[in-house]
């Protein structure tokens, strides 16, 4: 008896010190991982751990091919520079975005950073099917062009529309016309690899709030206009907001006024007042490939209209979140760009004086990679919350 009390607090202590040491890599790997370079020094100062437990930690990730350590540059100091810790690009993950009018797939590694994004355009709007058999046929070029120490993980998928996060379940995406999709497991099917799907808006707000230059705040509304519509994904107390069923942030159905039909069934809906195509000037001009769009008066008078719509939806939202900031990113980017005072003066009226006086309005930091960023966020959750346990193909 004593004998079988002793093997068990044994098991218990063992699988005790197992799990302390998963908690440490994991701890270790997502440092670097969001901060992109740190000095060994520095990991043991955020983590609290002794300098020896840092260097056997730092090691096995070097060994799991999932960070790259190089002697520090040299500096006048005393003593030795503590070496640098960066993510290493030998595991990999696969986005991507299906849209109304093409299938986008990306390959990123640890640290966010985008290695390389290809546009595959459809003739129509893309099914499932021809989602999935897009997808697998990119995945398959990407595998033979990998070096032999490169692996995948897992792929993630920024879909636009109701998506059931823990299933990688497609409820509603309605410019897509997808109903009850089961991406995940289709996708999975056709690669071999995990599938990790989520809405793109609640991506992107991952990764502008992990990755973009916005100093640490925990509180902020992420929207994306795109070809596929508008939604946007909220970051509260530095979590992302997600309700019961991941279903959180379809602000691009909120009404604004209107009686335009929106793909959803209902009317006036936000995503069906403020549009990409009339703006697509101005978003030549942002990106410094046209003139001054905004000399054109209609074209001028329709980005204001525009402005005044976003408004009301970003004002309900500001009243009932109370942001630090909102990030605008796709087709949005326009607004705080052109029509800042417009947009202000709106939300002025829309908003209570206190939280509109709080909040800041800025463009994504992170450009066309936002989505590309936080769809590959997704697939690596699983590798930084155990990072022993890597399995990739």
Known sequence: MANGTQQNRAARVGTSNDDVRRRNLSSVLTLVHRRRSLSRADLTRHTGLSRSTTKDLVEELVALGLVDESPAPSVSQVGRPSPIVRPSDRVLAVAVTPEVDAVTVGLVSLGGA?????????????????????????????????????????????????????????????????????????????????????????????????FGSHHDVEDLIYVN???????AGFVVAGDLLQGVAGYAGELGHTFVGGQRLCHCGSTGCLETEVTQAPLAALLDDLDGAAGDATSDCAGRDELHRQARALAIALGTAINMLNPGLVVLGGFLRVFPAFAAAVLREELARRTMAAPCSLVRIVPATLGPDTLMIGAAELAFAPVLADPGGVEAG
């Open 225 to 231: 206009g795109g070809p596929s519509g508008i939604g």
């Open 114 to 210: 985008v290695l390389d994004v290809v546009r595959h355009p459809t003739a129509g709007i893309p099914t499932p099917s021809d989602t999935v058999a897009i997808a697998a046929e990119a995945i398959g070029d990407i595998r033979r062009n990998l070096r032999d120490e490169q692996a995948l993980t897992a792929v993630g998928m920024a879909v636009p529309g109701l998506v059931h996060g823990r299933a990688s379940f497609v409820q509603l995406a309605p410019n897509l016309d997808w109903h009850d999709v089961e991406i995940g497991e289709m996708l999975s099917a056709a690669t071999g690899l995990p599938v990790y799907a989520g809405n793109d808006a609640n991506v992107g707000a991952i990764a502008e709030h992990l």
